[in-house]
């Protein structure tokens, strides 16, 4: 009888394969008192010099493999191997407690992965597992163990491990690595984000797979649906087999949307972009077909920073997108930071209700200071080619009029030191707020653009934290009463002759993508790996069919009811 066993399907495709299960040894660190404290030094030192020199060939190797935006995770991981803070700490500890080098390198990065895995924020947390990552690397190399090159595996397997690390990844040669499952992971980790870039098919969070699966036996994995099978039988075999047949079809079909436009079946054009969080995210937007950028989220400038970046270095960053894009049109959405995005460097008033408290765009408008910097940045990065500059969180007509004049007032700034910038700069806004939803024909008198974030649209209209756990049966993009916010916003930009789009998850859902066409959103922006599908869905779409549907969805009660509408639409697709 076959076992059945279900984690998160984190990276696509199917694989059949024998398991090569990774046992790390668990490595026992033993405290104890030393008396040559300048020979501990001296292996710290060295340890270090070896991490740094292997995350150097990692970097190299994987810059040639999967170009420079994944290849900057072992930069970040030499800046913290070289981290001067971090080596001192451990140097004091060996000097004060006369303690070996490993337990004081030990203690030490122990803290900092404690303190990173502690915060709220999901970017923290994560980072957590690089601190992990590089302390054991330096640890090995202080004790003098061996450190496992995954480079080397030379025949077909599934890789069987706890969790893998970027480093442990990045080392994967995907015509030997034919697949990997976890214990433990989500999708947004690490090792599921180098899985969907390596194109290898990945299952996390199986929590016990190292134990239940044997090191050599042949097994089965599904990367979309989370699905692992032991103890083959002949049928499930045969039934892999033609999965595997589908996902190559299916991948080879979507290729072939990179280089066309995005149509719907009736020839009716849309826009298919991308969301990004940083200039090294663009890569992949290219790779993928994307015709702009929809969403930079530039509070991950700030957040990834241990001071406000500065007018310099935001031009920096944004003018490098906007070159990459090579006159596409890239909307930048200035600093969203407050609810669940804090800073290290600058501590907000304590609120009872962050999330409906002081952030976003009620942050910058009370500080100009800050908002100057960003606003004379994007203005100059304008110059370079399409930019759209737009504001998150707008609730009333007059917030938007105070952040455009303040635009306005940056612009004649410019204008009198001459430098140069694009006369006509798109500015628009999020319609993330119900607020705005309800009043969009009027803040589109005003507007350039609507984005609408349906992230938080959803949110505030159902009154349900987005990050909770107890009341995710709330989120609900297909609820009638979403669509019809998304609908009068849609409308209300329509009215002016505004063009809208959609930024939010909603954006790059499949089942959402026929309700929205019959709305009449004009670009959808999506993480760069869902465009293929969407804009193959698209042309197989005609937008008469779409609005039908779309009208018979905003008529129903329930979320439930709509998903079987567009079910069934699909299926016929
Ligand atoms: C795109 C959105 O913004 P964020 O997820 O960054 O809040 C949204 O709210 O839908
Ligand atoms: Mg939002």
Redesign the pocket.
């Known amino acids: 009888m076959s076992k059945k066993m279900r984690g998160i399907g984190a990276s696509e495709g199917v694989a059949v394969a024998k398991a090569l299960v990774l046992k790390e040894e668990q490595i026992i660190i033993k405290k104890h008192a030393i008396s040559d404290v300048e020979a501990e030094i001296t292996k710290l030192d060295n340890a270090i010099v070896k991490a740094v020199a292997d995350l150097n060939g990692l970097k190299e190797s994987t810059l040639v493999k999967l170009g420079e935006e994944k290849a900057a995770i072992f930069e970040a991981h030499k800046d913290i191997a070289a981290d001067p803070a971090i080596k001192e700490e451990i140097e004091t500890m060996i000097k004060k407690d006369h303690v070996n080098a490993e337990f004081a390198a030990q203690t030490i990065t122990n803290n900092y992965y404690e303190m990173f895995a502690a915060m709220e924020d999901h970017y923290f947390q994560e980072r957590s597992a690089d601190i992990k990552d590089v302390a054991s690397r330096i640890i090995k190399h202080i004790m003098g163990i061996k450190i496992v090159d995954l480079s080397t595996i030379s025949e077909e397997v599934i890789l069987v491990a706890e969790d893998l690390t970027p480093s442990q990844t990045a080392q994967l040669d995907k015509k030997f690595v034919k697949g990997f499952a976890t214990n433990v992971g989500g999708r947004t980790s690490h090792a599921a984000i180098m899985a969907r870039s390596l194109e290898i098919p990945a299952v996390l969070a199986l929590k016990t797979i190292t134990e239940d699966v044997k090191d050599g036996e042949v097994f089965a994995l599904n990367g979309a649906t989370g699905e692992i099978v032991l103890d083959l039988s002949a049928e499930n075999i045969k039934e892999y087999e033609s999965l595997a047949k589908e996902f190559a079809n299916m991948k080879a079909e979507l290729s072939k949307f990179k280089e066309l436009p995005s149509l719907t079946k009736d020839g009716a054009e849309k826009l298919i972009e991308a969301n990004i969080g940083s200039p090294l995210d663009v890569e992949s937007v290219l790779e993928n077909g994307g015709e702009g950028i929809g969403l930079f989220r530039s509070e991950f400038l700030y957040m990834d920073n241990d001071h406000f970046p500065t007018e310099d270095e935001q031009f920096e960053s944004y003018k490098k997108v906007i070159d990459a894009m090579n006159g596409k049109l890239v909307v930048i959405r200035t600093l ?1 930071i407050g609810g669940d995005k804090k800073l290290s460097y600058f501590e907000f008033p304590h609120e009872m209700n962050p999330f409906l408290g002081y952030r976003a765009i009620r942050f910058t408008l009370d500080r100009k200071d800050i908002f100057r910097d960003q606003i004379r940045a994007l203005l100059r990065a304008s110059a370079f080619g399409e930019l759209g500059i737009m504001f ?2 707008i609730a009333t007509i007059d917030e938007f009029k105070n952040a455009k004049a303040f635009v306005e007032e940056c612009k004649a700034e410019l204008d009198k030191e001459k430098i140069a910038y694009d006369k006509n700069v798109q500015v628009g806004m ?1 319609v ?1 707020i119900p607020a705005a939803a309800i009043s969009a024909d009027k803040f589109s008198k005003y507007a350039d653009f609507f984005s609408i ?1 349906t ?2 649209l959803i949110q505030y209209s159902m009154a349900a934290d987005r990050m909770s756990e107890n009341v995710t049966y709330l989120y609900q993009p297909t609820n009638p009463s979403i669509l019809r916010l998304i609908k009068m916003t849609i409308e209300g930009a329509h009215k002016n002759n505004r063009w809208v789009g959609m930024c939010g998850e909603m954006a790059g859902d499949i089942q959402a993508l026929p309700l929205l066409l019959g709305m009449g959103l004009d670009a959808f922006s999506m993480s760069a790996t869902s465009m293929l599908r969407a804009r193959s869905l698209m042309s197989k779409i005609e937008i008469k069919e779409a609005e039908e549907l779309a009208n018979k969805a905003l008529d129903l009660e329930t979320s439930e009811e709509v998903l079987a509408l567009v079910d069934e639409f699909l299926a016929a697709k």
């Open positions: 969203d998150p969180m999020m993330e974030g992230n938080d």
